[in-house]
């Protein structure tokens, strides 16, 4: 496990367990919405596609993401392991709901200064939203590609509960 994607809806925790596994295993952590919003005003960072793929060429990384659609085909290729949280909207909703509230209210700074404004709550792509309406097809794409043959090399580690995402988190030590 060198190479990992760890892969989700939005609010499933990916972050934070890419953080935890970066920290144990000693891999280099990238936060692809780091990187992908580069600049102030939510600005797309036009160099993107080109980090992701110098990123990729590197014998160790994780990424906190299912990959936006210019570089996941890349990211699955050369990734070695996905770490899937299929965890049910029961469980992420509530989550992803008090992160953007206390980013609203408490007005922290995410990507490149960027913050979550009260006016965002109301765009087609704030968090809460995005998580509650691609949360079915979000778990059907990773489902799919982790059973496509072009991807057949991965080890894929699917959990459905924060518990066995725990426990799983436990057993790993580093090189």
Same mark, same amino acid.
Not at 38 to 45: I, L, V
Not at 168 to 175: I, Q, S, V
């Given at each position: ?14 972050s934070?367990?890419?953080?935890? $596994? *970066? ?7 990238? #936060?692809m /919405?780091e990187?992908y &919003?580069?600049?102030?005003? !939510?600005?797309?960072? =036009?160099q993107? %596609? ?7 060429a ?5 990424? /906190? *993401?299912?990959?936006? =659609?210019e ?7 050369r990734a070695?392991?996905?770490v !899937? ?5 029961? $469980?992420?909703?509530p989550?992803?709901? @008090?992160? =953007?509230?206390?980013r609203?209210?408490l @007005? +922290? ?10 006016a /965002?709550w &109301?765009?087609? /792509?704030?968090?809460a939203?995005? *998580? !509650?309406t691609?949360?079915?097809? @979000?778990?059907a ?5 982790? +059973?496509?043959?072009r &991807?057949?090399p991965?080890?894929?580690?699917? &959990?459905?509960?924060p518990? #066995? %995402? #725990?426990r !799983? ?7």
């Open positions: 496990m060198r190479r990992i994607l760890v892969a989700g809806v939005t609010g499933s925790g990916k934070t367990l890419a953080r935890a $596994v *970066s920290r144990r295993l000693e891999i280099p952590y990238h #936060e /919405d990187l &919003f580069g600049g102030p005003s !939510w600005a797309r960072n =036009s993107f %596609t080109t980090q992701i793929r110098e990123i990729a590197s014998p160790a990384w994780i990424f /906190d *993401s299912f990959g936006y =659609s570089v996941r085909d890349l990211l699955w290729e070695d392991t996905v !899937w949280l299929d965890y049910p909207r029961r $469980v992420v909703m989550r992803v709901l @008090r992160r =953007s509230l206390r609203t209210v @007005r +922290e700074r995410v990507f490149n200064g960027n913050r979550e404004t009260p /965002d &109301f765009t087609p /792509d704030h968090p939203r995005t *998580s !509650w691609q949360h079915g097809t @979000r778990g794409e990773i489902g799919a590609r982790a +059973e496509d043959a &991807f057949a991965l080890r894929t580690l699917r &959990f459905t509960t518990k #066995e %995402t #725990e !799983w988190l436990r057993t790993l030590e580093g090189p």
